[in-house]
């Protein structure tokens, strides 16, 4: 099994991607998570591993170093999306696309081919696909069409599907939208679906004709109203859809009108009566523009498609730059930038300057970046860098310290686990059956990574906890044992359970040890 799953999803052999949670918060109240590859073959046990489920999930580099490939993937980032449908829509428009359902309930669109295609025409193909489904900003995969692995660049992975294979939500969904829990139903339907390179040079999209409904309108909105507009988005997107239409119908009393028909069309339920005539009465005010940069047409937002609609944004909208930023953390640290499948290399200086960065990308692509102002490329690079891949070599402290901490309290409890939950007395870890959680006193553990010569010197006792508490979800609990309270803290086991991402350094055999 674990050999047809590396044949399918077969990449770069020289490198593999891991995400894992960070202890900053976002606005929203979850981890932040950093990305970072590790300079390693992905071998056996990391495939098995993955499937197995343990933590993080295995990513792949779609593109090898002769720039071929074998799979692609668009990565639609909106959730939570209704599988079945997009499977059922991809049908008929006879896209040779596999949705897959991703961790966060998103949706990534796979394209397996049956022999190495080029980069260049994997990506160009589904970007095709991506705009017909208006989709043009979503993240393309293979994001490069060559890589500079000299250079330490390694391109961009992505997580593979069927993490935790027995219990995934990470599953493939069939040309009906059926769920395919069993990665041998995968199997049998990845033969029916991939494309030989003949096949894919052939395969077109078939121009459509413009739904009157549509006539003109920004791409994202076609998009939106073709999945329909659902509680939690419907006085936003009504919003957008009534600036289009009085863009599309001078007369107010004819758009007023029309947002009734569109109301009663694509939004479910429709909005009421009230909320909708509030909404009438703040498009009316004045000659508002589109809230491009808003949900829910944000991540559906073609900035280059929607300048050329009668009733799109004009030349209103800001150049789409950056798509994603890889670091090479050398000195002087080196950044990989993705334009449209094509890398800029740059150093820290050039890349904080828009118009530095602008020669760069005429030197070293051909094309120079639209003029910007300074604002807004400091802000698209705050949030660029927000998601930055890292190298593992020179990934931040926080980060490789979480894992190698990680993998020494694996190594704790997993050693010589107690029977009972009084053996935690005797300076071991105990497990608990029902809930897979781990027992034991912080103390014991501490004074094992002395014994073991944990590498890590800055590390005092309260950084370690912290960590402990941030990356591993370490909680502080006090079971009863022998009719005394003891301070204990408790882990997921699930969370020790993790291939090695970095090498080993917490101590070495006594024969490897220098004299």
Same mark, same amino acid.
């Given at each position: 099994?674990?050999?047809?799953?590396?044949?399918? #999803?077969?990449?770069?052999? =020289?490198?593999?991607?891991?995400?894992?949670?960070?202890?900053?918060?976002?606005?929203?109240?979850?981890?932040?998570?950093?990305?970072?590859?590790?300079?390693?073959?992905?071998?056996?046990?990391?495939?098995?591993?993955?499937?197995?489920?343990?933590?993080?999930?295995? +990513?792949?580099?779609?593109?090898?170093?002769?720039?071929?490939?074998?799979?692609?993937?668009?990565?639609?980032?909106?959730?939570?999306?209704?599988?079945?449908?997009?499977?059922?829509?991809?049908?008929?428009?006879?896209?040779?696309?596999?949705?897959?359902?991703?961790?966060?309930?998103?949706?990534?669109?796979?394209?397996?081919?049956?022999?190495?295609?080029?980069?260049?025409?994997?990506?160009?193909?589904?970007?095709?696909?991506?705009?017909?489904?208006?989709?043009?900003?979503?993240?393309? #995969?293979?994001?490069?069409?060559?890589?500079?692995?000299?250079?330490?660049?390694?391109?961009?992975? *992505?997580?593979?599907?069927?993490?935790?294979?027995?219990?995934? =939500?990470?599953?493939?969904?069939?040309?009906?939208?059926?769920?395919?829990?069993?990665?041998?139903?995968?199997?049998?339907?990845?033969?029916?679906?991939?494309?030989?390179?003949?096949?894919?040079?052939? #395969?077109?999209?078939?121009?459509?004709?413009?739904?009157?409904?549509?006539? +003109?309108?920004?791409?994202?909105?076609?998009?939106?109203?073709?999945?329909?507009?659902?509680?939690?988005?419907?006085?936003?997107?009504?919003?957008?859809?009534?600036?289009?239409?009085?863009?599309?119908?001078?007369?107010?009393?004819?758009?007023?009108?029309?947002?009734?028909?569109?109301?009663?069309?694509?939004?479910?339920?429709?909005?009421?009566?009230?909320?909708?005539?509030?909404?009438?009465?703040?498009?009316?005010?004045?000659?508002?523009?589109?809230?491009?940069?808003?949900?829910?047409?944000?991540?559906?937002?073609?900035?280059?498609?929607?300048?050329?609609?009668?009733?799109?944004?004009?030349?209103?909208?800001?150049?789409?730059?950056?798509?994603?930023?890889?670091?090479?953390?050398?000195?002087?640290?080196?950044?990989?930038?993705?334009?449209?499948?094509?890398?800029?290399?740059?150093?820290?200086?050039?890349?904080?300057?828009?118009?530095? #960065?602008?020669?760069?990308?005429?030197?070293?692509?051909?094309?120079?970046?639209?003029?910007?102002?300074? *604002?807004?490329?400091?802000?698209?690079?705050?949030?660029?860098?927000?998601?930055?891949?890292?190298?593992?070599?020179?990934?931040?402290?926080? *980060?490789?310290? +979480?894992?190698?901490?990680?993998?020494?309290?694996?190594?704790?409890?997993?050693?010589?686990?107690?029977?009972?939950?009084?053996?935690? /007395?005797? +300076?071991?870890?105990?497990?608990?059956?029902?809930?897979?959680?781990?027992?034991?006193?912080?103390?014991?553990?501490?004074?094992?990574? =002395?014994?073991?010569?944990?590498?890590?010197?800055?590390?005092?006792?309260?950084?370690?906890?912290?960590?402990?508490?941030?990356?591993?979800?370490?909680?502080?609990?006090?079971?009863?044992?022998?009719?005394?309270?003891?301070?204990?803290?408790? =882990?997921?086991?699930?969370? /020790?359970?993790?291939?090695?991402?970095?090498?080993?350094?917490?101590?070495?055999?006594?024969?490897?040890?220098?004299?």
């Amino acid at each position: 099994m674990i050999e047809r799953f590396k044949k399918i #999803f077969q990449g770069l052999n =020289v490198a593999y991607g891991q995400t894992i949670k960070t202890n900053e918060i976002s606005e929203k109240g979850k981890h932040k998570t950093k990305s970072f590859t590790v300079k390693k073959v992905p071998t056996d046990d990391l495939w098995q591993a993955h499937l197995d489920g343990s933590d993080p999930a295995l +990513g792949i580099i779609p593109i090898r170093e002769d720039s071929t490939c074998t799979w692609g993937c668009i990565d639609w980032d909106t959730y939570p999306l209704d599988h079945k449908k997009i499977s059922l829509d991809l049908k008929s428009k006879q896209f040779p696309l596999t949705v897959f359902r991703s961790k966060s309930g998103g949706a990534h669109l796979f394209l397996f081919t049956s022999e190495p295609v080029s980069a260049e025409l994997m990506r160009k193909k589904l970007k095709s696909m991506a705009a017909d489904l208006g989709l043009s900003k979503a993240e393309i #995969f293979p994001k490069q069409i060559s890589i500079k692995i000299e250079r330490g660049d390694f391109g961009s992975f *992505l997580n593979l599907p069927y993490h935790n294979m027995k219990n995934t =939500v990470r599953y493939a969904h069939d040309l009906n939208g059926n769920p395919l829990l069993e990665l041998n139903d995968f199997f049998d339907h990845y033969e029916k679906i991939k494309l030989t390179l003949k096949e894919l040079n052939q #395969f077109e999209i078939v121009a459509k004709k413009e739904d009157d409904d549509f006539k +003109g309108m920004p791409p994202c909105l076609v998009t939106l109203l073709g999945l329909k507009v659902f509680e939690g988005q419907r006085n936003d997107a009504m919003y957008n859809v009534g600036v289009y239409l009085k863009k599309r119908y001078p007369d107010e009393s004819t758009w007023r009108n029309k947002m009734d028909s569109y109301n009663n069309k694509y939004f479910v339920p429709p909005m009421g009566s009230s909320e909708l005539e509030t909404t009438k009465d703040s498009v009316c005010r004045k000659d508002y523009r589109y809230k491009c940069k808003e949900q829910p047409i944000e991540p559906y937002c073609d900035s280059k498609i929607c300048s050329t609609k009668e009733f799109g944004v004009g030349d209103d909208t800001p150049a789409v730059t950056i798509s994603s930023i890889r670091k090479y953390d050398s000195d002087p640290p080196v950044y990989f930038c993705e334009i449209d499948g094509s890398t800029v290399e740059v150093d820290s200086k050039t890349l904080h300057e828009p118009d530095a #960065f602008s020669v760069a990308c005429l030197e070293q692509i051909g094309t120079p970046l639209m003029p910007t102002s300074k *604002l807004m490329w400091r802000k698209m690079l705050i949030k660029l860098l927000e998601n930055i891949e890292l190298t593992d070599d020179k990934a931040p402290d926080d *980060l490789k310290t +979480g894992i190698q901490l990680q993998e020494a309290l694996a190594d704790f409890i997993n050693k010589t686990p107690g029977k009972e939950i009084k053996d935690i /007395l005797r +300076g071991i870890a105990y497990i608990e059956d029902d809930t897979n959680t781990a027992y034991f006193k912080f103390d014991n553990f501490w004074k094992y990574l =002395v014994r073991i010569k944990w590498s890590d010197k800055n590390m005092n006792k309260n950084k370690v906890m912290r960590l402990l508490q941030t990356n591993l979800e370490a909680k502080i609990d006090y079971p009863k044992i022998n009719t005394k309270t003891v301070r204990c803290l408790k =882990v997921p086991r699930l969370n /020790l359970d993790r291939p090695e991402p970095t090498e080993r350094k917490i101590g070495k055999p006594a024969w490897q040890k220098e004299s």
